[in-house]
């Protein structure tokens, strides 16, 4: 292989080294491309809603769609008493997926190619949800651990199964995205290598490989912006419409 | 054995769960086709749903994944 496919993901320090007491909080290249999504969202939103036409501009149908897409993912999946966690989950969507789409540009990071991050999000997401269903539904809350129209005599095995599987929400949400992310930018980065080795004669058939691969991770890429909004929503509604 | 013959082994291992991803995104898709072929008029309703599993179904095939790299790069 030419080129280690894993050297990709390596988060290097840009600039100084800022350490607070152990903590090293130097500004490294997983920051720049996070910031670099932030700024690419709110300007994608600036510039979409800047001119409010009746007949909108190419930005501004595509902004509005963005917004709808998300409140009817809402509404479908979480019901309208989820309607003020909107602010929420369309950042959580427009972040995922920004950062997805601009990982998929050459010589880019991925800033959700890296556990961590994925992982900072989906806890978020899951003590929040937590939280609120406690706060909604006090003590109630843990109905949720006891499904209905189960027999007595099978419950002491089921509640233990839904308590593991609501304790593992966090972990499968996270390693979903991550997982997703960095095995599709191994994969193109292998096929790449490839396209190296196999040189001029035959290096056809992994380049367009590469290609379709690429017409994929972009798929995936927003697919698993998708998927992790609507996890979200699906807990949301756990948390909110407890019997259901 | 060697134990880097042994990680190597474990984690060829760990990627045959992608032969289980690869049955559940099959099903997955040739269902939704099969239903869309009976009642066109709910297939658009039901297009979410289909990514939805489709997402879910790979992520398990990836968590195959995981632990293939684990196995090879965290011990």
Same mark, same amino acid.
């Given at each position: 292989?030419?080129?280690?496919?894993?050297?990709?993901?390596?988060?290097?320090?840009?600039?100084?080294?800022?350490?607070?007491?152990?903590?090293?909080?130097?500004?490294?290249?997983?920051?720049?491309?996070?910031?670099?999504?932030?700024?690419?969202?709110?300007?994608?939103?600036?510039?979409?809603?800047?001119?409010?036409?009746?007949?909108?501009?190419?930005?501004?149908?595509?902004?509005?769609?963005?917004?709808?897409?998300?409140?009817?993912?809402?509404?479908?999946?979480?019901?309208?008493?989820?309607?003020?966690?909107?602010?929420?989950?369309?950042?959580?969507?427009?972040?995922?997926?920004?950062?997805?789409?601009?990982g998929m540009l050459p010589y880019s990071f991925t800033v959700t190619s890296h556990i961590i991050v994925t992982f900072v999000l989906a806890t978020i997401?899951?003590?929040?949800?937590?939280?609120?269903?406690?706060?909604?539904?006090?003590?109630?809350?843990?109905?949720?651990?006891?499904?209905?129209?189960?027999?007595?005599?099978?419950?002491?095995?089921?509640?233990?199964?839904?308590?593991?599987?609501?304790?593992?929400?966090?972990?499968?949400?996270?390693?979903?995205?991550?997982?997703?992310?960095?095995?599709?930018?191994?994969?193109?980065?292998?096929?790449?290598?490839?396209?190296?080795?196999?040189?001029?004669?035959?290096?056809?058939?992994?380049?367009?490989?590469?290609?379709?691969?690429?017409?994929?991770?972009?798929?995936?890429?927003?697919?698993?912006?998708?998927?992790?909004?609507?996890?979200?929503?699906?807990?949301?509604?756990?948390?909110?419409?407890?019997?259901? | 054995?060697? $134990?880097? @013959?042994?990680?190597?082994? +474990? =984690? #060829? $291992?760990? @990627?045959?769960?992608?032969? +289980? =991803? #690869?049955?559940?995104?099959?099903?997955?898709? +040739?269902?939704?086709?099969?239903?869309?072929?009976?009642?066109?008029?709910?297939?658009?309703?039901?297009?979410?749903?289909l990514l939805l599993g489709f997402a879910l179904a790979e992520a398990t095939g990836l968590f195959g994944l995981v632990v293939a790299l684990i196995i090879?790069?965290?011990?």
């Open positions: 292989m030419a080129t280690n496919p894993m050297h990709q993901f390596k988060v290097y320090k840009i600039g100084p080294e800022i350490t607070l007491g152990e903590i090293n909080l130097s500004f490294t290249n997983a920051s720049l491309f996070m910031a670099i999504t932030a700024i690419l969202i709110l300007s994608f939103l600036f510039l979409g809603t800047k001119r409010k036409a009746l007949i909108p501009s190419k930005m501004q149908l595509i902004a509005e769609m963005s917004y709808t897409f998300v409140a009817k993912m809402i509404n479908d999946t979480a019901g309208s008493n989820a309607k003020s966690f909107f602010p929420f989950i369309f950042t959580l969507f427009m972040f995922v997926l920004f950062a997805n789409m601009v997401v899951f003590i929040g949800v937590t939280v609120i269903g406690f706060v909604k539904h006090g003590i109630k809350y843990l109905q949720l651990f006891v499904p209905k129209g189960v027999p007595v005599v099978l419950l002491p095995l089921i509640v233990v199964i839904e308590i593991i599987s609501y304790l593992s929400r966090p972990v499968s949400l996270s390693v979903r995205l991550f997982a997703n992310m960095m095995a599709g930018h191994t994969m193109l980065k292998v096929f790449g290598g490839f396209v190296i080795s196999l040189g001029l004669l035959g290096g056809w058939l992994p380049l367009g490989f590469s290609v379709a691969l690429t017409g994929l991770e972009i798929l995936v890429a927003f697919l698993q912006a998708y998927v992790f909004a609507i996890l979200t929503c699906i807990y949301l509604n756990d948390a909110l419409n407890l019997h259901h | 054995m060697e $134990l880097e @013959a042994a990680k190597m082994i +474990g =984690a #060829g $291992l760990a @990627a045959i769960a992608l032969a +289980g =991803a #690869g049955v559940g995104i099959g099903l997955i898709f +040739g269902n939704y086709l099969s239903g869309a072929m009976r009642n066109p008029s709910a297939a658009a309703k039901q297009f979410p749903n090879l790069f965290a011990f």
